[in-house]
């Protein structure tokens, strides 16, 4: 008998910038120059075009460069989900038609955005995916979209087939525990805010999915791995390390934050799509004095 998991994904997976202009064009070298670091550190996947990809944001055309060009950088060393929530509803199935025809791992999907749904119109929403579509599929609860998951959803929700499990980004973590029960654990539960990632992985989620992680790929790694040794005093200082920077980035509007980091390491992602403002340049060397308090370089603690 063939036992078919659910659980695709595993370890810590970055949600990947897009290092993409105003015009909507990929800046393709910094792209694969920033794959190949962030996998030299150890991560097992990435999640592309989604809340901290910008995604919502992109253009469908944009969003394709993006994943193809992530497909043919990394496809194959690493698992690639492709996040495909637009506000359009045909886009998000021309979306996962593309990702499941460029060979990605998995596709994700917030729940339909902007207007507030009932949970009948959730349903088939994550149905009328699953139905166009036979890659697994990765609900994203986060209380961006407008609406949100809740456990008893979560639990009819997985009755569709394809779908593997969440990403769950609130910090309720006994809801993720209730949610990990299901199935009798056969369901992919990813762990969303970065700022409590060991408590996620205590909790019993498989994976991280995280903007931060952008930054700090080997320290995240290291964190995951000793929360798997049980080893949880270093977990604990590498938690305490990580937040110290992610507090900073967070007053900072995170990701246009993340993005001049980024640029000081020498990865020319240029800035977040308008009218997210980027960081005033008089502001830079400020900022970026304040979140030397990790060596991003080698991915150590000072
Ligand atoms: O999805 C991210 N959440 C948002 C995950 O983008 C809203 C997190 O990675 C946060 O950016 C992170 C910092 O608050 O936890």
Request: one cysteine or more.
């Amino acid at each position: 008998m063939i036992f078919l998991s659910n659980i695709k994904l595993k370890g810590i997976i970055p949600a990947l910038i897009s290092p993409i202009n105003q015009d909507g064009s990929i800046r393709y070298d910094s792209l694969r120059k920033l794959l190949c670091w962030e996998l030299s550190h150890g991560v097992s996947g990435f999640y592309v075009c989604g809340s901290t990809g910008e995604g919502i944001i992109m253009t469908a055309e944009s969003r394709k460069d993006m994943l193809e060009t992530v497909m043919d950088e990394v496809g194959g060393k690493c698992t690639v989900t492709a996040h495909i929530g637009a506000a359009n509803f045909n886009e998000t199935i021309e979306l996962a038609k593309h990702a499941e025809s460029v060979g990605a791992t998995a596709i994700s999907s917030v729940p339909p955005i902007y207007f507030k749904y009932t949970e009948d119109e959730i349903y088939s929403y994550y149905k009328a995916i699953s139905d166009a579509c036979s890659l697994p599929l990765l609900m994203y609860g986060i209380a961006l979209s407008g609406n949100n998951l809740t456990v008893y959803m979560v639990k009819k929700l997985m009755e569709i087939e394809n779908v593997i499990g969440l990403k769950w980004t609130y910090p309720d973590y006994f809801s993720l525990q209730q949610i990990k029960t299901i199935n009798n654990g056969d369901i992919n539960v990813v762990n969303g805010p970065d700022e409590t990632l060991c408590c996620g992985l205590m909790m019993g989620a498989d994976a991280g999915i995280g903007s931060t992680y952008n930054l700090m790929p080997g320290l995240y790694v290291k964190l995951y791995n000793a929360m798997r040794a049980s080893d949880i005093e270093l977990a604990r200082k590498l938690q305490y390390a990580i937040n110290a920077v992610t507090a900073v980035l967070v007053k900072n509007s995170t990701l246009a934050a993340i993005k001049l980091q980024l640029t000081a390491m020498g990865f020319d992602v240029g800035e977040c799509l308008n009218p997210r403002a980027p960081i005033a340049p008089e502001k830079q060397d400020e900022l970026l004095k304040s979140l030397a308090l990790v060596d991003y370089e080698r991915q150590e603690l000072l």
